[in-house]
């Protein structure tokens, strides 16, 4: 269980305060792009406080009295015994083309069969009777026969997944791992690789232990041109990054499936997150001109 909020404190740590509000800054942008108001955040906050006091600070694993909750998240009884009445269930909806697309997509980049000499994903003949089993049509299959491999490609064209050549064979994108286009699925993975990045950060400042991998390079002042040279090496070497652990989780799968054990105990089973994420923008203007803050500071001590 999380340690217990400390309800002593008036105010929280001031320099915890600045974190949050410099982390959830892009949020309020976005929200405030589509029409998420600051009503419509403030009572989805509130059940978020609810549904966390609730489920991450039980003691002895025992369900909280409304009371408790109150307590614990600073909101009034009665507002939590009506959001805890109308709470979900908390699951994430997947989109259809995420969850079976993801899995379609880790096997293109990481299967022996679907990748040439360099690790690289093949490109495809659309049909198994043009290709075999080196076919769109028969890896779709192997992920899922339930649904048509003819609906996942032209759902895939769609976001900018995989393009065709002029000889119709199909080419997956080297960016394949989040759709370029569509709402519902970007938006999937908006709260899912920000959960996973701010509940690592969280888990680390928390002090829990082991500590996540959560590193980053970050410099200030470098010239536009660099940047741009900089974003392109980040995304060679973080694609590399990301289909090296791709590869790794299918071998350990496939290991797993031909020694019957499927992957160890349910129980045991956990989920993992690996991610690279590249950001630039135009420096503030204080950030811009250090010698000419120094000049000032250096004339006012005079």
Do not use: C
């Not at 998420?36 to 002895?60: G, H, N, P, W």
């Not at 003949?125 to 003819?150: K, M, Q, T, W, Y």
């Amino acid at each position: 269980m999380p340690n217990e909020p400390a309800a002593s404190e008036a105010q929280p740590p001031r320099v915890l305060v600045h974190a949050l509000t410099r982390a959830l800054r892009p949020l309020v942008k976005l929200m405030l792009s589509r029409g998420v108001t600051f009503t419509y955040a403030s009572e989805l906050l509130k059940s978020l406080f609810v549904e966390v006091a609730d489920r991450d600070f039980r003691i002895d694993g025992k369900k909280s009295t409304d009371s408790r909750v109150s307590l614990v998240s600073g909101v009034h009884r009665k507002e939590v015994s009506r959001l805890r009445q109308a709470m979900e269930s908390g699951e994430e909806a997947v989109p259809a083309v995420v969850s079976i697309g993801a899995q379609v997509v880790a096997r293109w980049m990481g299967a022996p069969r679907y990748i040439d000499s360099d690790g690289a994903p093949i490109p495809l003949a659309r049909f198994a009777s043009e290709g075999g089993e080196r076919s769109f049509e028969a890896l779709v299959a192997h992920v899922n026969r339930d649904i048509r491999p003819r609906v996942v490609l032209d759902e895939w064209l769609r976001l900018g997944v995989v393009h065709l050549d002029g000889e119709g064979l199909v080419h997956l994108n080297a960016d394949a791992f989040v759709p370029a286009k569509g709402f519902d699925e970007m938006s999937f993975y908006l709260g899912h690789n920000l959960h996973d990045h701010a509940a690592a950060a969280a888990h680390n400042l928390a002090g829990a232990q082991p500590p996540f991998l959560e590193r980053s390079v970050h410099y200030d002042g470098v010239g536009a041109d660099t940047v741009a040279k900089l974003a392109q090496q980040a995304g060679t070497l973080g694609m590399q990054a990301l289909v090296a652990v791709n590869k790794s989780v299918l071998a350990s799968t496939r290991r797993a499936s031909s020694s019957g054990g499927g992957g160890g105990n349910k129980s045991q089973r956990q989920r993992m997150t690996f991610g690279v994420y590249f950001y630039a923008e135009d420096s503030a203007p204080s950030e811009q001109a250090p010698a000419a803050s120094e000049k000032k500071r250096k004339k006012a001590e005079k």
